[in-house]
């Protein structure tokens, strides 16, 4: 088997267990994963594609998977996985790991805010609510990557091939 096929297949490969493991986060913590006072733990993992742009796939990919079992998945399924996809993309073109957690809380407080409106809730209330909760969030995930990222075994499991070197 040629390198290539070998690297393409083990990219599949770690965007599966990503998947999986942010759709299994997800969902295990259901009664605070969803509404509109969320606390999606399994966002800590969105940072990942701030070291390596591939695994927006396996995160795009798992918010998908767990939002199936949203209670509001109508529309939870479509622009949840949105709100994740524009943050991981935000967060892979990012030179700042600080400015990068930014991205997952402003696109899901605007976008779920918007799509919990459709269900009776406030949009500000909502807007507000969804983004502290992202926010507490991505404060524990700038936490757990700044210190990680020493790790030379952690990076070399993500893959990690981009901002080695931040600072901030």
Not at 80 to 106: D, E, H, N
Request: glycine letters at 6%; charged letters at 10%.
């Amino acid at each position: 088997m040629g390198d290539k096929r070998r690297s393409i297949i083990k990219d599949i490969c770690i965007n599966g267990i990503i998947a999986a493991t942010y759709a299994a986060l997800t969902i295990a913590i259901s009664p605070l994963a969803y509404g509109p006072i969320q606390f999606r733990f399994s966002e800590i993992m969105v940072l990942l594609c701030f070291f390596n742009k591939k695994h927006s796939i396996g995160l795009t990919l798992g918010c998908l998977l767990a939002n199936l079992f949203s209670p509001t998945a109508v529309l939870d399924v479509p622009f949840g996985t949105i709100a994740t996809l524009i943050a991981c993309i935000g967060i892979m073109f990012s030179k700042q790991l600080a400015v990068a957690a930014l991205f997952p809380v402003i696109s899901n407080a605007f976008i779920i805010a918007w799509e919990l409106s459709f269900f009776g809730e406030p949009y500000w209330m909502s807007a507000l609510t969804v983004g502290l909760g992202e926010l507490g969030v991505m404060i524990i995930a700038y936490i757990f990557f700044f210190f990680i990222r020493k790790s030379k075994s952690f990076m070399k499991v993500i893959h990690a091939n981009q901002n080695l070197e931040f600072k901030f």
